[in-house]
């Protein structure tokens, strides 16, 4: 009677002990293909993030030139431009590699927690079932064996006396494995830590840097503002961009038709002709289109203009809208971002494709937050109005084929 009571208070630990070991939670297994897979992801993005910074110090070696040389004044808001557009695209790849990284520490935060929980309750199981033995004495093995009343039973207490011995190599496997798990999981938090604190600072830095080319354009456009000379080079400049902006939109309306000629070439069954113009379409909504931007003033409207300083007369191909640097522009109608451009007098800009050869430009923008080929519905944010040389504006304009468009008829009222 005593001997069973031993042998069921031995026992008893290890069914425990069995059924949360094949209860526990499984982390998912990382193969070798995934790891290279993830290798490769943070090489590319790596890459990536090295190819701007070349961009940045050329432009800043360029910058270094031009400051040198004062015919070169313009042109050097360009390179400042170009510059701090590519600032930011940095300073947001490192936003979202901090985001990424973060998400990951918190990951393997989680999954240390877990693993250390399931050692500790793997340790103090296995603790149990020691003390039990040491209690008991290891002699009831040999005991078990010796009382058999039979052959069969024999056999059947030294196979089950094997599971138990395998059972226990087994865990003491297992508290090894999970142990090294958890070093693991502490070597990668800690260098995802050092990661994350490294990233923070190369974005502080970058977003000082950009700071300050910011400081440094203000005082160039102010030099320019007072400089006739310059402004009227800046006139000439003005003309130039109109031109190849025109040159942009034809490209744009030659290409639209070819993919349509092309289409139809491809179509085995000719399709019978639809009218066009249908309710909900951008040239449905004359008179009824959001604007740009929530706020700001028309500072130059459509058509001829009469410089303040100059006197002389150019001809606006949209509107300009006064605006504070920074402020949200949004699509005015569902289309799809034909490109992504930048051009002297105009900066950064984006051209919106809508239907029936519509096309919006926006022009003078600070941030970009769209890439070519993107679906863009009504009112979805494309980027942040910027600056010019006149001052911080959005540069809007509507096309309709080759055709300019005065974007005061086509938005709504005021």
Same mark, same amino acid.
């Given at each position: 009677?005593?001997?069973?009571?031993?042998?069921?208070?031995?026992?008893?630990?290890?069914?425990?002990?069995?059924?949360?070991?094949? @209860?526990?939670?499984?982390?998912?297994?990382?193969?070798?293909?995934?790891?290279?897979?993830?290798?490769?992801?943070?090489?590319?993005?790596?890459?990536?993030?090295?190819?701007?910074?070349?961009?940045?110090? #050329?432009?800043?070696?360029?910058?270094?030139?031009?400051?040198?040389?004062?015919?070169?004044?313009?042109?050097?808001?360009?390179?400042?431009?170009?510059?701090?557009?590519?600032?930011?695209?940095?300073?947001?790849?490192?936003?979202?590699?901090? $985001?990424?990284?973060?998400? &990951?520490?918190?990951?393997?935060? #989680?999954?240390?927690?877990?693993?250390?929980?399931?050692?500790? /309750?793997?340790?103090?199981?296995?603790?149990?079932?020691?003390?039990?033995?040491?209690?008991?004495?290891?002699?009831?093995?040999?005991?078990?064996?010796?009382?058999?009343?039979?052959?069969?039973?024999?056999?059947?207490? $030294?196979?089950?006396?094997?599971?138990?011995?395998?059972?226990?190599?087994? =865990?003491?496997?297992?508290?090894?494995?999970?142990?090294?798990?958890?070093?693991?999981?502490?070597?990668?938090?800690?260098?995802?830590?050092?990661?994350?604190?490294?990233?923070?600072?190369?974005?502080?830095?970058?977003?000082?840097?950009?700071? &300050?080319?910011?400081?440094?354009?203000?005082?160039?456009?102010?030099?320019?503002?007072? =400089?006739?000379?310059?402004?009227?080079?800046?006139?000439?400049?003005?003309?130039?961009?109109?031109?190849?902006?025109?040159?942009?939109?034809?490209?744009?309306?030659?290409?639209?038709?070819?993919?349509?000629?092309?289409?139809?070439?491809?179509?085995?069954?000719?399709?019978?002709?639809?009218?066009?113009?249908?309710?909900?379409?951008? =040239?449905?909504?004359?008179?009824?289109?959001?604007?740009?931007?929530?706020?700001? #003033?028309?500072?130059?409207?459509?058509? %001829?203009?009469?410089?303040?300083?100059?006197?002389?007369?150019?001809?606006?191909?949209?509107?300009?809208?006064?605006?504070?640097?920074?402020? %949200?522009?949004?699509?005015?109608?569902?289309?799809?971002?034909?490109?992504?451009?930048?051009?002297?007098?105009?900066?950064?800009?984006?051209?919106?494709?809508?239907?029936?050869? /519509?096309?919006?430009?926006?022009?003078?923008?600070?941030?970009?937050?769209?890439?070519?080929?993107?679906?863009?519905?009504?009112?979805?944010?494309?980027?942040?109005? @910027?600056? #010019?040389?006149? @001052?911080?504006?959005?540069?809007?304009?509507?096309?309709?084929?080759?055709?300019?468009?005065?974007?005061?008829?086509?938005?709504?009222?005021?």
């Amino acid at each position: 009677m005593i001997f069973a009571r031993r042998i069921r208070h031995t026992v008893l630990p290890r069914q425990v002990l069995l059924v949360f070991c094949a @209860g526990l939670v499984a982390f998912p297994c990382i193969t070798g293909a995934d790891r290279v897979m993830a290798q490769e992801e943070i090489h590319r993005r790596q890459e990536e993030l090295e190819a701007l910074r070349a961009q940045i110090r #050329s432009l800043e070696d360029k910058s270094k030139e031009q400051q040198k040389n004062e015919s070169e004044t313009l042109e050097l808001v360009d390179t400042y431009d170009r510059n701090a557009g590519l600032l930011r695209q940095l300073i947001a790849r490192l936003k979202g590699e901090e $985001n990424r990284l973060q998400g &990951a520490l918190d990951t393997t935060h #989680s999954t240390l927690h877990s693993l250390e929980r399931q050692l500790a /309750f793997l340790k103090d199981h296995y603790a149990r079932y020691v003390r039990s033995i040491y209690r008991s004495g290891r002699y009831q093995e040999a005991e078990l064996l010796l009382t058999s009343t039979s052959w069969n039973q024999f056999a059947v207490r $030294n196979e089950y006396l094997r599971r138990f011995t395998e059972q226990r190599r087994k =865990d003491a496997e297992r508290i090894a494995g999970k142990t090294r798990q958890v070093e693991a999981s502490q070597r990668k938090a800690q260098h995802q830590l050092v990661d994350e604190r490294r990233l923070i600072a190369e974005k502080g830095a970058e977003e000082d840097r950009l700071a &300050a080319l910011a400081t440094d354009r203000r005082g160039v456009l102010d030099r320019i503002r007072k =400089d006739r000379k310059l402004l009227e080079r800046q006139m000439q400049r003005q003309l130039r961009a109109a031109h190849d902006m025109e040159q942009m939109i034809t490209d744009l309306v030659d290409q639209e038709r070819m993919k349509k000629e092309h289409a139809a070439a491809e179509r085995k069954t000719p399709h019978l002709p639809q009218p066009s113009g249908t309710a909900g379409e951008f =040239d449905a909504r004359k008179g009824k289109l959001r604007w740009p931007v929530t706020e700001g #003033s028309i500072v130059a409207h459509f058509g %001829p203009q009469r410089h303040p300083t100059l006197r002389t007369v150019t001809t606006n191909t949209g509107i300009d809208i006064a605006v504070d640097a920074g402020t %949200p522009v949004t699509a005015v109608a569902a289309g799809e971002v034909a490109t992504i451009n930048y051009l002297p007098s105009y900066g950064n800009l984006i051209i919106l494709n809508h239907q029936n050869g /519509f096309r919006t430009v926006y022009a003078h923008l600070g941030e970009i937050s769209v890439i070519p080929g993107q679906t863009i519905q009504e009112g979805a944010a494309i980027g942040t109005s @910027g600056d #010019s040389i006149d @001052g911080p504006r959005l540069h809007f304009e509507i096309w309709k084929d080759r055709e300019k468009q005065n974007p005061e008829v086509w938005l709504a009222r005021q």
